[in-house]
């Protein structure tokens, strides 16, 4: 489905004239002063996430704009028909069913039966790992981008609600630095490992899932088929490696999609066959509100267009995402794979180039660990970077005051990036760290910050199974909400290919130290590193 694209619609240009009327100069302090209602006004309930969007520089007109552009640019049938299993991923010929993952048994999905045929398998292996009678301490998941991300974001964030019966680790990277250290922790009757690959190819995986059965050999490890499953979709790659137990998805699953597949089997291993369930109940909570909700209440669909907004008419070129909850420590990598990986392209559907940005930079940390690192430049660095606070309402641990002194922290940092501080009120303040060599009216203006810098804010009542799932799809539908927008393939990942073609061509020069028809910086470099290491 190829429509208008997004900069020659009439609400690009609409768009663009609001900007220069209203958008570039707009300020948030002056927006709340003239409007009492105005976070009421960009408040919106979603499954299990609240959201504050009163903070970012936009107005109602704006909003409304940005709903006509999703309108011309085609963004709900694009929505309807990935829904519906249509082949919207083009460059690549598939359908992008990841919501058909989630959907409850019996519901009128595509493919509903074998998807609930697997994770029923997939859940009944998990609860049989979990029985302390299996003797399984140990669970190692062995996969990289998204056979990697998702469980190593998810078995964290939901700590509280993991085994303590079993530990679980998760090598990804094709470097001994990763694998050795986990592997010294292992006993091998007592391990189990998961080869976690779409494709059953990847070589960094491949490579470290032979490192982990010969290590498993080498220490008298018996019964391999019992200590090693695949899941993977390439089941007789699985099956030539040695193993017999292997859990399936299909090709309408893209790897950074993968967690409500086989893939996440650590999870259902850690939360146990119900965790799992609300996992993918929440998720399936927000797939129905991201098709049903009227865009006016549309939650994804508006942080999507924000995006656009911000993106292509503030031209800003990065957002970061500061989760205000140590769980959700690896949540910004995970959404790194999400948005960068599916929204990072140069052409449109038919590949012509295309002349504005897509996929900003998402980075982040957890707070308050942020606040003491990269948040300087946030409130006083030359660029304009959107945040994003995820607040958590209710912790899973006793400390109330720690929790307090959090949630404190968080409301800070977006009150602060808001109002900012003029050089007459740091002028009012007394500064005893400033040099007293320094006149006043110095200090003052190191000492101000320019405010107006938009942030968002999530709460989620407590980090539930359930309510993890219903953020993590969130996620995924403002990513798709932009991507469509844009008109570009946000299911491909073609970007990925051409440094692992010559990796492969590098490879054995390592060895051989052959630098032969090589630019003069690869060929200075492997003369540096080839040879025995
Ligand atoms: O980095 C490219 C990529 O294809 C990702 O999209 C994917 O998540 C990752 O590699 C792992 O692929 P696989 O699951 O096939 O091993």
């Known amino acids: 489905m190829i429509t208008t694209r997004c900069d020659r619609t009439l609400a690009w240009t609409a768009l663009a004239g609001h900007f220069v009327a209203h958008g570039r100069e707009f300020d948030l302090r002056e927006a709340f002063a003239r409007d009492a209602q105005r976070f009421g006004r960009f408040a919106l309930q979603a499954p299990e996430v609240f959201a504050d969007l009163s903070k970012n520089r936009w107005d109602l007109a704006t909003r409304k704009l940005l ?41 009128a999905t595509p493919f509903n039966a074998e998807v609930h045929e697997v994770l029923d398998a997939m859940l009944g292996f998990a609860d049989s790992v979990r029985d302390p009678g299996r003797g399984i301490t140990d669970v190692v998941n062995i996969g990289i981008g998204g056979s990697d991300l998702g469980p190593q974001m998810v078995v964290p964030a939901l700590d509280a609600h993991v085994t303590r019966d079993i530990r679980f680790h998760f090598v990804s990277n094709v470097d001994g630095h990763d694998i050795e250290p986990v592997l010294r922790q292992l006993h091998p009757q007592h391990t189990l490992f998961v080869v976690a690959s779409k494709t059953f190819t990847t070589q960094e995986t491949m490579a470290n899932a032979h490192v982990a059965r010969d290590w498993f050999l080498s220490q008298r490890g ?220 110095t200090v003052a203006r190191h000492r101000s910050f320019p405010g107006n810098r938009p942030s968002t804010t999530f709460v989620l009542d ?18 798709f909400a932009s991507g469509a927008v844009w008109g570009i393939d946000s299911f491909d990942q073609w970007g990925v290919e051409l440094g692992k073609a010559l990796a492969g061509d590098l490879l054995p020069r390592l060895e051989s130290g052959d630098a032969s028809g090589l630019d003069g910086s690869t060929a200075g470099l492997l003369a540096k590193l080839a040879g025995p290491t």
């Open 67 to 107: 709903l006509d552009l999703a309108r011309e640019c085609g963004v709900f049938e694009r929505r309807d028909a990935m829904f519906a299993g249509e082949p919207i991923n083009v460059t690549e010929g598939r359908a992008v069913l990841h919501t058909a993952l989630r959907a409850p048994k019996g519901a």
């Open 222 to 441: 018996q019964h391999v088929e019992r200590h090693f499953v695949a899941t993977t979709t390439n089941v007789e790659a699985a099956a030539r490696f040695g193993i017999e137990t292997t859990f399936g998805f299909w090709d309408w699953v893209g790897g950074r999609y993968s967690l409500w597949s086989a893939i996440g089997l650590p999870v259902a291993i850690a939360l146990g066959s119900a965790g799992f369930r609300e996992l993918l109940a929440g998720a399936h909570a927000m797939d129905r509100h991201f098709a049903d909700a009227t865009p006016e209440f549309n939650l994804p669909l508006q942080l999507g267009l924000l995006d656009v907004w911000y993106r292509n008419f503030h031209r800003f070129t990065s957002r970061c995402v500061a989760p205000y909850h140590q769980g959700l420590r690896r949540f910004p990598a995970y959404l790194q794979q999400l948005e960068m990986e599916s929204n990072g392209k140069g052409v449109d559907l038919a590949g012509e180039a295309l002349p504005f940005g897509t996929s900003p930079v998402v980075w982040g940390e957890p707070g308050t660990n942020g606040q003491h690192a990269f948040f300087q430049m946030l409130h006083q660095g030359s660029d304009v970077v959107p945040v994003e606070f995820i607040l958590v309402k209710t912790p899973s641990h006793g400390h109330a005051g720690l929790h307090h002194k959090l949630l404190a922290n968080g409301l800070a940092q977006s009150q602060a990036l808001m109002l900012g501080k003029t050089v007459e009120q740091a002028m009012q303040e007394r500064a005893p760290t400033a040099s007293p060599t320094l006149d006043a009216a």
């Open 462 to 479: 407590a980090l539930t199974p359930r309510a993890l799932g219903a953020l993590i799809a969130l996620y995924e539908h403002r990513v």
